[in-house]
């Protein structure tokens, strides 16, 4: 089982930037593939981006390309997410998740571990 803890996040103007992590427990957090979701108030959860269990691999969605970057620093057991040029439409709870299914899934029905999310403000 792995539990997550999300942190960094936080209130910051249109073009801030923001850093969230998120730290895993239990010894076999290398054998999952996490990933980041939002969810806008009236929203669904949508993917955000991720990164292959060897970090080699990365996937973006469209909205966030060229701003966000994803990394794991697997000596902390930790997933970071750099947010950049951040937007007023960036605005959202930030969840971390973990899967074991082939790929970067963008679903979130196909990540079985979660965290309690952090919350992200950008005002304009």
């Known amino acids: 089982q792995v539990q997550l803890v999300e942190s960094g996040g936080g209130s910051v103007e249109a073009g801030g930037s923001l850093r969230l992590s998120c730290a895993a427990s239990g010894p076999t957090f290398r054998t999952y593939t996490m990933g980041w979701f939002r969810q806008a108030p009236g929203n669904e959860r949508e993917f955000v981006a991720g990164i292959s269990k060897t970090g080699s691999t990365t996937s973006f969605a469209d909205a966030v390309k060229g701003r966000f970057t994803i990394s794991v620093d697997n000596s902390k057991n930790t997933v970071y997410l750099q947010m950049n040029t951040l937007k007023p439409e960036d605005s959202a709870v930030y969840y971390c998740?973990?899967?074991?299914?082939?790929?970067?899934?963008?679903?979130?029905?196909?990540?079985?571990?979660w965290g309690q999310g952090t919350q992200v403000a950008v005002s304009s």
């Open positions: 998740a973990a899967t074991r299914h082939f790929g970067i899934p963008t679903s979130s029905s196909l990540y079985i571990y």
